[in-house]
């Protein structure tokens, strides 16, 4: 099972990007999706979450400005992030609570990281 994120990019700020992150492998079913980020020096922090039925959550820095969504039948969750700043500057990170096919319990998997700078 692997997770592909991309999408990152240099933004100015007020600008938009959208992040895309992509399973593969062989995959039986796919719970809780999150996105998180890491600034230089900084800990890694969530930015969002959405479970199998679509209930999402943020982090207080984001809400209102970004939105996770996914599509299953792609196997991929989005973060669309809108009026950027540049404290939105950091490596963003997807990461999925999966079931392989023919296994019982769910893995933690996560991707390799996007790059987000915003800059003018």
């Known amino acids: 099972v692997q997770l592909q994120a991309s999408g990152g990019g240099l933004v100015q700020p007020g600008g938009s990007l959208r992040l895309s992150c992509a399973a593969s492998?062989?995959?039986?079913?796919?719970?809780?999706m999150a996105w998180y980020r890491q600034a230089p020096g900084k800990q890694r922090e969530l930015v969002a979450t959405?479970?199998?039925?679509?209930?999402?959550n943020y982090g207080y820095s984001v809400k209102g400005r970004f939105t996770i969504s996914r599509d299953d039948a792609k196997r991929t969750v989005y973060l669309q992030m809108n009026t950027l700043k540049p404290e939105d500057t950091a490596v963003y990170y997807c990461?999925?609570?999966?079931?392989?096919?023919?296994?019982?319990?769910?893995?933690?998997?996560w991707g390799q990281g996007t790059l987000v700078t915003v800059s003018s």
């Open positions: 959405i479970t199998s039925g679509l209930s999402t």
């Open positions: 492998g062989s995959i039986g079913s796919i719970n809780t």
């Open positions: 990461n999925g609570a999966v079931r392989r096919a023919g296994s019982r319990s769910y893995e933690d998997y």
